[in-house]
C-alpha cells in the first residue's frame, strides 16, 4: 500500500514534537491543492487521541463563508469533537468565547486552577473559514501556552471573504510548516519497491523525473499514480513478480486520470464556475495560452476569464509565462482533458485557430489547434505542410507527422497526399525507421509525378537498407525504374544508380550488376544532382575493383561535392564514395566530409542520416589510428541507430559495431571485442551481404590476436571468396591477403602465406595507394623474412612517413625494429622500436607500443617514458629542467638552483629539445603546455 504521507516524514516528525510540548503549540501548515495537508492533520489527530488528548476539528468550504454573523461557539467554529467529554466540550466553548474567566457555574468553575484534558485544535482549509470562526479560532490560539491547548491550522490556496480575521489568526500561529513539491528522495524508494527497474533496461531516475514533471510534485497525484501501480494494492499479496516499469506506469495512468479528474473538478467548483469553465477551456487546447485566445475559445468576456485566472492562480492551479497561462500540475490538466467531449474540444480548438488566423499568426502557433479541429477548415492544408516544415526544421519529426498526418484529413488531389506520405516517410526516417517503410510504401503507390515517385522510392530504399531488406528494395526498385524509364529517363537513371548499389551487396545480384556498372560514365548524367550521384557510385566501382585511385578520388570529390547527406537527395549513393576515399589512402578527406556530415545532420535534425555520418566519421578516425576518438563515434552511432528503431543486428549499425570493435582490437582489448560481437549476434555465421564483410575482417583480427589461428584463418578466406564472388577483387577496402598469409605463415603453411603475399602486393601496386602497398610489403616482409624483408620493410616505412594512417606506420616500424633486432642491425632496430613505441602511444595502440618495447628490451634499453617524443617522453628531471628554463634561469642558475653540475644542465635540455623537437629555449614554454 503507497502511505498517506507518502514524502511527509519530515513534516509528520515535526508535529508530532510540537503536539509533545506541555505548553501547547500553535502551528500554520501550508500547501497546495494535494500537498498532503489533510493527511497530516487526519494523522496527528489519531495520534493525539492515542496519547488521551480531547481532539476537536473542522474543515472549511467555500461556502461557510457566507454563514450570517453569530455568537462564537464551537459549532459555530464547526469544530467537532473527536474525543474528550462534555467538560473539555465546555472548555473549547469557554475559549472560543474570548471570554477572560470561565463561567462561575457549572463544569469549568475553577478551572484555572484545575488540571485540564489536553486538546488538540485541527483546522483544515482555513482560508474558507466564515469571519465568526475565525475570531473563534483566533480566541483559541491566544490560550496556547495559558492551557494545554495545541492549535494546528492548515491553510491551502484560495481567497478569504474576510482577510483581516484570518490574518489576525495567522499572527498568532507561532510555528510554521510549510509543504513543498515532492523530489526524488521522497519517492525512490517507494517506486523501487512496486517497480522493477530492470526488467526493460531503465533506470529508476529515468521513471522519477517524468513521474515528478507530470505530477509537479504534487503528493496527491503521485500517491494515487503509485497506488495504481502497485499490485498489492489491488488484492496482490505475498511474493510477487514486479512488472517492467513502462507497462506499470501506461497501465496506471489512465484510470488515474479520471479520478485526478474528478479530484480537480471539484476542487474547481469551490473556487467558482467561471473558474471551472476557464479550466475546461486550458485543458481543453492543452499548452499555455493567451486570455484572449482562451476567452475567444470558450465564447466567454476576456474580463471574466482574466478574474477567473487570477483565482486559479491564487489556488496554485495555473502557472503563468509571461503573459500566457497554463493548468498546473501537467497530470491534472491531463485529468481535467478527459472529461471534455471530443465535439468541445474540436469547438474550442476551432475558435482558437479562427482567432489566430485572424491575427496572422505564424502556422507553429495555429497549427496545433488545426490538428484538433474539425477538419476543412480555411487555409489549414498550407497552414500545417508550412508547420511540419518548421517542426523538421528545429529538429522535431515525431511533432511534423502529426501535423502531416492531419493534413491527410483535407481534401487533396493524389499528388498532394502522394508529397504528404513522402513527407511523412520522411520524417519517420528521422525517429523511427520501421514505421517510415508502410508510409512509403503508401506514397510510391500514389505518386503522380517521375520526381515523387523517385523521391520516395530512394527515402524507402534508404529504410528498407538499413534493416537489411534488401531483397524488397531490390523489387521496388526494379517495379519502379520501369515505370520511370518512359516518363523521366535522368529520374530513371539516378534510382538505377542505387539499385546498382544495393545489388552488389549480394553474389546473384551483384552478377547481374557489374555487366551495367562497367558501362556508366560521368557523361551518361544529364543534370547536376544526376553526375554527383554517378561520380559517388562511380568512385566506389572503382575502389572495389582496385583500378585509378586518383581517379577515384577525383570521381568522389565531384560526387561529395554537395556533401555526405545533402539536403533533399535520398540516395544511397554518397557514403560510399567517402568510405571510397579511405580505401584510395584519403582517410583524411574522408574524416573531413564524416565530420562536416555529422555537424550538417545534427543542425538539421535528420537522425537516420546522423547516426550515418557518426558510423562512418568512426571509421575514417579508426583508419587514422585515432581509435579513442572512433570508440567514442562508433558507440555515439549506435545509440543514434537504436533511437530510431534500427537494431544493433541489422546493417547500419553492424558497421558501427564492427568499427568499435576493431578500435578495442587495436587498444588490445580483444575481450571486449569479442564479447561485443557475441551481443550483436556475429559471432556465427554472417549474412553474405557487403555490410558483413567489415564485421569478418575485424573477427579475424579479434581470434588471431587469441592465438584461435584456424578460426582466423577461416574468417580471412571466407572474406575473400564473398569479394571475390562479388568481383570486388581491390584491396583497398580489405587487405585479407596479407592477413590470411601471416596466419598461414603462423601455421606453418610458407607456400600458401607466400602466393597470397605476393597476390596482394602485385594488387597494391597496380592499385598504387601508399597504405595498401605498405601493408601488402608488410605481410611479404614478415613472410620472406631476412635482408630482403628487412628491405621490403623499409620501402614501408618510407611509403607511409608522412601519411595519415598512423597504425599501419607504427605497425611497420614495429616489425621493422623486431627484424633488425634478430638479424643484427641494433641502430637501426633502435631508431625502428622507438619510433614504433611514440606513434602507437599517440593511437593508443597498446599491443604494438608492448611489442616495440620488448624489442627494445632485447637490445638492453630500459624505456623510463610511455613515448619518445611530446611532454610525455621527458623525464622527471628533464622536465624540471626544462620548466626552469622556461621561466627564463640561465644554465648556471638552473644548476645552481638545482645542485647540479652544468654539463648536466646542458645534457638534459639537449634531450628536451630533441624530444619536443624544439630549437631553443625561447620555445620551451609553448611546448610544456
Same mark, same amino acid.
Given at each position: $500500500?503507497?502511505?498517506?504521507?507518502?514524502?511527509?516524514?519530515?513534516?509528520?516528525?515535526?508535529?508530532?514534537?510540537?503536539?509533545?510540548?506541555?505548553?501547547?503549540?500553535?502551528?500554520?501548515?501550508?500547501?497546495?491543492?494535494? =500537498?498532503?495537508?489533510?493527511?497530516?492533520?487526519?494523522?496527528?489527530?489519531?495520534?493525539?487521541?492515542?496519547?488521551?488528548?480531547?481532539?476537536?476539528?473542522?474543515?472549511?468550504?467555500?461556502?461557510?463563508?457566507?454563514?450570517?454573523?453569530?455568537?462564537?461557539?464551537?459549532?459555530?467554529?464547526?469544530?467537532?469533537?473527536?474525543?474528550?467529554?462534555?467538560?473539555?466540550?465546555?472548555?473549547?466553548?469557554?475559549?472560543?468565547?474570548?471570554?477572560?474567566?470561565?463561567?462561575?457555574?457549572?463544569?469549568?468553575?475553577?478551572?484555572?486552577?484545575?488540571? $485540564?484534558?489536553?486538546?488538540?485544535?485541527? &483546522?483544515?482549509?482555513?482560508?474558507?473559514?466564515?469571519?465568526?470562526?475565525?475570531?473563534?479560532?483566533?480566541?483559541?490560539?491566544?490560550?496556547?501556552?495559558?492551557?494545554?491547548?495545541?492549535?494546528?491550522?492548515?491553510?491551502?490556496?484560495?481567497? =478569504?471573504?474576510?482577510? +483581516?480575521?484570518?490574518?489576525?489568526?495567522?499572527?498568532?500561529?507561532?510555528?510554521?510548516?510549510?509543504?513543498?513539491?515532492?523530489?526524488?528522495?521522497?519517492?525512490?524508494?517507494?517506486?523501487?519497491?512496486?517497480?522493477?527497474? =530492470? #526488467?526493460?533496461?531503465?533506470?529508476? &531516475?529515468?521513471?522519477?523525473?517524468?513521474?515528478?514533471?507530470?505530477?509537479?510534485?504534487?503528493?496527491?497525484?503521485?500517491?494515487?499514480?503509485?497506488?495504481?501501480?502497485?499490485?498489492?494494492?489491488?488484492?496482490?499479496?505475498?511474493?510477487?513478480?514486479?512488472?517492467?516499469?513502462?507497462?506499470?506506469?501506461?497501465?496506471?495512468?489512465?484510470?488515474?486520470?479520471?479520478?485526478?479528474?474528478?479530484?480537480?473538478?471539484?476542487?474547481?467548483?469551490?473556487?467558482?464556475?467561471?473558474?471551472?469553465?476557464?479550466?475546461?477551456?486550458?485543458?481543453?487546447?492543452?499548452?499555455?495560452?493567451?486570455?484572449?485566445?482562451?476567452?475567444?475559445?470558450?465564447?466567454?468576456?476576456? @474580463?471574466?476569464?482574466?478574474?477567473?485566472?487570477?483565482?486559479?492562480?491564487?489556488?496554485?492551479?495555473?502557472?503563468? &509565462?509571461?503573459?500566457?497561462?497554463?493548468?498546473?500540475?501537467?497530470?491534472?490538466?491531463?485529468?481535467?482533458?478527459?472529461?471534455?467531449?471530443?465535439?468541445?474540444?474540436?469547438?474550442?480548438?476551432?475558435?482558437?485557430?479562427?482567432?489566430?488566423?485572424?491575427?496572422?499568426?505564424?502556422?507553429?502557433?495555429?497549427?496545433?489547434?488545426?490538428? @484538433?479541429?474539425?477538419?476543412?477548415?480555411?487555409?489549414?492544408?498550407?497552414?500545417?505542410?508550412? &508547420?511540419?516544415?518548421?517542426?523538421?526544421?528545429?529538429?522535431?519529426?515525431?511533432?511534423?507527422?502529426?501535423?502531416? !498526418?492531419?493534413?491527410?484529413? #483535407?481534401?487533396?488531389?493524389?499528388?498532394?497526399?502522394?508529397?504528404?506520405?513522402?513527407?511523412?516517410?520522411?520524417?519517420?526516417?528521422?525517429?523511427?525507421?520501421?514505421?517510415?517503410?508502410?508510409?512509403? !510504401?503508401?506514397?510510391?503507390?500514389?505518386?503522380?509525378?517521375?520526381?515523387?515517385?523517385?523521391?520516395?522510392?530512394?527515402?524507402?530504399?534508404?529504410?528498407?537498407?538499413?534493416?537489411?531488406?534488401?531483397?524488397?528494395?531490390?523489387?521496388?526498385?526494379?517495379?519502379?525504374?520501369?515505370?520511370?524509364?518512359?516518363?523521366?529517363?535522368?529520374?530513371?537513371?539516378?534510382?538505377?544508380?542505387?539499385?546498382?548499389?544495393?545489388?552488389?551487396?549480394?553474389?546473384? +545480384?551483384?552478377?547481374?550488376?557489374?555487366?551495367?556498372?562497367?558501362?556508366?560514365?560521368?557523361?551518361?548524367?544529364?543534370?547536376?544532382?544526376?553526375?554527383?550521384?554517378?561520380?559517388?557510385?562511380?568512385?566506389?566501382?572503382?575502389?572495389?575493383?582496385?583500378?585509378?585511385?586518383?581517379?577515384?578520388? #577525383?570521381?568522389?570529390?565531384?560526387?561529395? /561535392?554537395?556533401? $555526405?547527406?545533402?539536403?533533399?537527395? #535520398?540516395?544511397?549513393?554518397?557514403?560510399?564514395?567517402?568510405?571510397?576515399?579511405?580505401?584510395?589512402?584519403?582517410?583524411?578527406?574522408?574524416?573531413?566530409?564524416?565530420?562536416?556530415?555529422?555537424?550538417?545532420?545534427?543542425?538539421?535534425?535528420?537522425?537516420?542520416?546522423?547516426?550515418?555520418?557518426?558510423?562512418?566519421?568512426?571509421?575514417?578516425?579508426?583508419?587514422?589510428?585515432?581509435?579513442?576518438?572512433?570508440?567514442?563515434?562508433?558507440?555515439?552511432?549506435?545509440?543514434?541507430?537504436?533511437?530510431?528503431?534500427?537494431?544493433?543486428?541489422? =546493417?547500419?549499425?553492424?558497421?558501427?559495431?564492427?568499427?568499435?570493435?576493431?578500435?578495442?582490437?587495436?587498444?588490445?582489448?580483444?575481450?571486449?571485442?569479442?564479447?561485443?560481437?557475441?551481443?550483436?549476434?556475429?559471432?556465427?555465421?554472417?549474412?553474405? @551481404?557487403?555490410?558483413?564483410?567489415?564485421?569478418?575482417?575485424?573477427?579475424?583480427?579479434?581470434?588471431?590476436?587469441?592465438?584461435?589461428?584456424?578460426?582466423?584463418?577461416?574468417?580471412?578466406?571466407?572474406?575473400?571468396?564473398?569479394?571475390?564472388?562479388?568481383?570486388?577483387?581491390?584491396?583497398?577496402?580489405?587487405?585479407?591477403?596479407?592477413?590470411?598469409?601471416?596466419?598461414?605463415?603462423?601455421?606453418?603453411?610458407?607456400? /600458401?602465406?607466400?602466393?597470397?603475399?605476393?597476390?596482394?602486393?602485385?594488387?597494391?601496386?597496380?592499385?598504387?595507394?601508399?597504405?595498401?602497398?605498405?601493408?601488402?610489403?608488410?605481410?611479404?616482409?614478415?613472410?620472406?623474412?631476412?635482408?630482403?624483408?628487412?628491405?621490403?620493410?623499409?620501402?614501408?616505412?618510407?611509403?607511409?612517413?608522412?601519411?595519415?594512417?598512423?597504425?599501419?606506420?607504427?605497425?611497420?616500424?614495429?616489425?621493422?625494429?623486431?627484424?633488425?633486432?634478430?638479424?643484427?642491425?641494433?641502430?637501426?632496430?633502435?631508431?625502428?622500436?622507438?619510433?614504433?613505441? /611514440?606513434?602507437?602511444?599517440?593511437?593508443?595502440?597498446?599491443?604494438?607500443?608492448?611489442?616495440?618495447?620488448?624489442?627494445?628490451?632485447?637490445?638492453?634499453?630500459?624505456?623510463?617514458?610511455?613515448?619518445?617524443?611530446?611532454?610525455?617522453?621527458?623525464?622527471?628531471?628533464?622536465?624540471?629542467?626544462?620548466?626552469?628554463?622556461?621561466?627564463?634561469?640561465?644554465?648556471?642558475?638552473?644548476?645552481?638552483?638545482?645542485?647540479?653540475?652544468?654539463?648536466?644542465?646542458?645534457?638534459?635540455?639537449?634531450?628536451?629539445?630533441?624530444?619536443?623537437?624544439?630549437?631553443?629555449?625561447?620555445?620551451?614554454?609553448?611546448?610544456?603546455?
Amino acid at each position: $500500500m503507497v502511505p498517506t504521507l507518502l514524502g511527509r516524514a519530515r513534516e509528520r516528525d515535526t508535529l508530532y514534537e510540537l503536539l509533545e510540548r506541555p505548553g501547547g503549540a500553535s502551528v500554520l501548515l501550508r500547501g497546495g491543492f494535494g =500537498s498532503g495537508k489533510s493527511g497530516l492533520l487526519a494523522d496527528l489527530g489519531e495520534r493525539a487521541r492515542a496519547a488521551g488528548f480531547a481532539v476537536f476539528s473542522a474543515c472549511y468550504e467555500p461556502a461557510a463563508s457566507h454563514r450570517p454573523q453569530a455568537a462564537p461557539s464551537p459549532a459555530v467554529c464547526s469544530l467537532v469533537p473527536e474525543g474528550g467529554g462534555e467538560r473539555a466540550v465546555a472548555f473549547v466553548r469557554w475559549l472560543a468565547s474570548g471570554d477572560a474567566a470561565p463561567p462561575a457555574d457549572g463544569m469549568l468553575s475553577g478551572a484555572r486552577s484545575a488540571p $485540564m484534558q489536553r486538546v488538540l485544535v485541527l &483546522a483544515d482549509d482555513l482560508q474558507w473559514a466564515d469571519a465568526v470562526s475565525l475570531r473563534g479560532l483566533r480566541s483559541i490560539a491566544r490560550a496556547v501556552g495559558a492551557h494545554p491547548v495545541t492549535v494546528v491550522c492548515a491553510l491551502g490556496p484560495g481567497e =478569504s471573504v474576510d482577510e +483581516s480575521a484570518l490574518g489576525a489568526v495567522l499572527r498568532l500561529l507561532d510555528h510554521h510548516v510549510r509543504l513543498s513539491p515532492l523530489d526524488e528522495s521522497a519517492v525512490a524508494d517507494r517506486l523501487g519497491e512496486i517497480l522493477d527497474a =530492470s #526488467e526493460d533496461g531503465q533506470t529508476l &531516475a529515468e521513471v522519477l523525473h517524468p513521474l515528478l514533471a507530470a505530477a509537479a510534485g504534487n503528493q496527491y497525484l503521485i500517491r494515487t499514480l503509485l497506488g495504481a501501480a502497485d499490485p498489492q494494492q489491488h488484492g496482490g499479496n505475498g511474493r510477487r513478480e514486479c512488472p517492467p516499469l513502462h507497462t506499470t506506469l501506461t497501465g496506471a495512468f489512465k484510470p488515474l486520470l479520471a479520478d485526478v479528474g474528478v479530484a480537480a473538478r471539484a476542487a474547481l467548483r469551490r473556487i467558482g464556475a467561471d473558474a471551472e469553465r476557464v479550466a475546461a477551456v486550458l485543458a481543453s487546447l492543452g499548452s499555455a495560452q493567451l486570455p484572449e485566445v482562451i476567452a475567444h475559445a470558450g465564447a466567454m468576456d476576456r @474580463h471574466t476569464v482574466e478574474d477567473a485566472l487570477h483565482a486559479l492562480a491564487q489556488a496554485e492551479l495555473v502557472q503563468h &509565462a509571461e503573459v500566457r497561462a497554463q493548468l498546473h500540475p501537467p497530470l491534472l490538466a491531463a485529468g481535467l482533458a478527459l472529461g471534455i467531449s471530443p465535439t468541445c474540444r474540436k469547438r474550442h480548438h476551432a475558435r482558437a485557430a479562427e482567432l489566430l488566423l485572424g491575427w496572422g499568426a505564424p502556422a507553429e502557433q495555429v497549427a496545433p489547434h488545426l490538428v @484538433h479541429g474539425p477538419a476543412g477548415m480555411e487555409q489549414a492544408t498550407a497552414i500545417l505542410r508550412r &508547420a511540419a516544415q518548421a517542426a523538421l526544421d528545429r529538429g522535431a519529426p515525431d511533432e511534423a507527422v502529426i501535423y502531416l !498526418r492531419r493534413t491527410l484529413s #483535407e481534401d487533396l488531389d493524389t499528388q498532394e497526399r502522394s508529397e504528404v506520405l513522402t513527407l511523412i516517410g520522411a520524417a519517420r526516417l528521422d525517429s523511427d525507421v520501421p514505421a517510415a517503410v508502410p508510409e512509403l !510504401r503508401s506514397s510510391l503507390r500514389l505518386g503522380a509525378t517521375p520526381q515523387a515517385l523517385a523521391r520516395s522510392a530512394r527515402s524507402l530504399t534508404g529504410a528498407l537498407f538499413a534493416m537489411d531488406r534488401y531483397g524488397e528494395a531490390l523489387t521496388m526498385l526494379e517495379g519502379t525504374i520501369r515505370r520511370l524509364r518512359t516518363e523521366d529517363a535522368a529520374a530513371a537513371l539516378r534510382l538505377e544508380l542505387d539499385y546498382l548499389l544495393v545489388s552488389l551487396g549480394e553474389a546473384a +545480384s551483384a552478377v547481374r550488376a557489374w555487366p551495367r556498372l562497367m558501362e556508366l560514365r560521368l557523361r551518361d548524367a544529364d543534370d547536376d544532382a544526376g553526375r554527383r550521384a554517378l561520380a559517388a557510385l562511380l568512385s566506389f566501382r572503382g575502389a572495389a575493383l582496385g583500378q585509378g585511385a586518383e581517379d577515384v578520388i #577525383e570521381l568522389a570529390r565531384v560526387g561529395l /561535392s554537395r556533401g $555526405m547527406a545533402p539536403v533533399g537527395d #535520398e540516395s544511397i549513393v554518397y557514403p560510399c564514395a567517402v568510405l571510397a576515399l579511405g580505401a584510395a589512402g584519403r582517410p583524411d578527406l574522408t574524416f573531413e566530409y564524416a565530420d562536416a556530415a555529422v555537424a550538417e545532420t545534427r543542425a538539421r535534425a535528420s537522425a537516420l542520416s546522423y547516426a550515418q555520418a557518426l558510423s562512418t566519421r568512426a571509421n575514417a578516425q579508426c583508419r587514422r589510428g585515432a581509435f579513442a576518438d572512433a570508440r567514442t563515434d562508433a558507440q555515439h552511432a549506435l545509440a543514434a541507430f537504436r533511437d530510431i528503431g534500427v537494431d544493433h543486428r541489422e =546493417s547500419h549499425s553492424v558497421f558501427a559495431v564492427a568499427t568499435l570493435a576493431e578500435a578495442f582490437v587495436r587498444q588490445g582489448q580483444t575481450q571486449k571485442a569479442e564479447a561485443l560481437f557475441g551481443e550483436c549476434d556475429l559471432s556465427g555465421p554472417l549474412g553474405f @551481404h557487403t555490410i558483413y564483410d567489415y564485421p569478418l575482417l575485424v573477427r579475424g583480427w579479434v581470434h588471431a590476436a587469441d592465438n584461435r589461428l584456424e578460426r582466423a584463418l577461416a574468417d580471412f578466406l571466407h572474406l575473400g571468396e564473398r569479394l571475390n564472388a562479388r568481383g570486388m577483387p581491390g584491396p583497398g577496402f580489405y587487405p585479407w591477403r596479407s592477413e590470411a598469409a601471416l596466419v598461414h605463415l603462423l601455421l606453418g603453411d610458407r607456400q /600458401s602465406a607466400l602466393t597470397l603475399a605476393d597476390e596482394e602486393l602485385r594488387l597494391a601496386r597496380t592499385w598504387g595507394v601508399a597504405e595498401m602497398t605498405a601493408v601488402a610489403l608488410r605481410g611479404r616482409a614478415l613472410v620472406v623474412g631476412h635482408e630482403e624483408g628487412l628491405e621490403l620493410l623499409d620501402e614501408a616505412a618510407r611509403l607511409l612517413g608522412g601519411d595519415a594512417a598512423r597504425f599501419r606506420y607504427a605497425q611497420i616500424q614495429a616489425d621493422r625494429g623486431t627484424l633488425a633486432v634478430r638479424y643484427g642491425r641494433p641502430e637501426d632496430a633502435r631508431a625502428a622500436l622507438q619510433e614504433a613505441v /611514440s606513434v602507437a602511444h599517440e593511437c593508443g595502440a597498446q599491443p604494438i607500443a608492448q611489442q616495440a618495447r620488448a624489442g627494445l628490451r632485447e637490445l638492453g634499453d630500459r624505456p623510463r617514458t610511455p613515448t619518445f617524443r611530446g611532454r610525455e617522453a621527458l623525464t622527471p628531471a628533464q622536465r624540471q629542467v626544462a620548466e626552469l628554463a622556461a621561466q627564463g634561469m640561465t644554465n648556471t642558475e638552473i644548476a645552481s638552483h638545482l645542485f647540479v653540475g652544468l654539463r648536466t644542465v646542458e645534457m638534459h635540455l639537449s634531450k628536451v629539445y630533441a624530444k619536443l623537437a624544439v630549437r631553443g629555449r625561447h620555445a620551451l614554454e609553448q611546448a610544456l603546455r
